[in-house]
Each structure stands twice: as structure tokens, then as C-alpha cells.
């Protein structure tokens, strides 16, 4: 079983950036996995962000995030990244990465106003 570690989040102004790590651990993503970020924030629903194919790359994008955040992966070092850029007060959440079933601890994000 992987196990997941995000990090990176924190506070940052509207129109800021951050960036998110995804580090597996245990053992390596699997050739067809698919990676994924999901946020939630308080008293809503968890939501899919973006997520990528750890093979060849593929990537896809929620609506809400298309445009401003960017996935991508390392294979050398097991890790999966989302690049987040012009960030907005509606960004705010905890962010978790996903793969086969298992999911991280998450890692808070925050934009103020």
C-alpha cells in the first residue's frame, strides 16, 4: 500500500501562488495510476481539482481551476506537484492527493483578500 504525504500549504494573499507536493511513499505509484488533488472547504463537499496519469502524463483539470493551477509529476522522486497560481479567496481548503484508494492527510490552504 502507498502511503501519501502532502505538504507546501500555507497562507498567502489573493493572487498569490503555492505550491503542493505529493510524496508516496512505501512503495511507487503503480504505471497506471492516476494521481489526483480533491480540496474541501468548510461545510462543503470534497471536489475534485486536477489530477494526472502517472505513466504518461495525462492531466485534467476542474472548471473552477483551468488555467491557474498546473499538475505535474516527478518519477524519479515519486512525487506528484499542483502549481497554483493567481490563488483567490474562494481557493481556500485543505487539499488531499489520491491514487488507487489511498489518500493523504492534507495540507491546509488559505487566501485572504
Known amino acids: 500500500q502507498v502511503q501519501l504525504v502532502e505538504s507546501g500549504g500555507g497562507l498567502v494573499q489573493a493572487g498569490g501562488s503555492l505550491r503542493l507536493s505529493c510524496a508516496a511513499s512505501?512503495?511507487?505509484?503503480?504505471?497506471?495510476?492516476?494521481v489526483g488533488w480533491f480540496r474541501q472547504a468548510p461545510g462543503k463537499e470534497r471536489e475534485f481539482v486536477a489530477r494526472?496519469?502517472?505513466?504518461?502524463?495525462?492531466?485534467s483539470y476542474a472548471n473552477s481551476v483551468k488555467g491557474r493551477f498546473t499538475i505535474s509529476r516527478d518519477n524519479a522522486k515519486n512525487t506528484v506537484y499542483l502549481q497554483m497560481n493567481s490563488l483567490k479567496p474562494e481557493d481556500t481548503a485543505t487539499y488531499y492527493c489520491?491514487?488507487?484508494?489511498?489518500w493523504g492527510q492534507g495540507t491546509q490552504v488559505t487566501v485572504s483578500s
Open positions: 489520491a491514487s488507487e484508494n489511498n
Open positions: 494526472i496519469s502517472w505513466s504518461g502524463g495525462t492531466t
Open positions: 512505501g512503495r511507487t505509484f503503480s504505471s497506471r495510476a492516476m
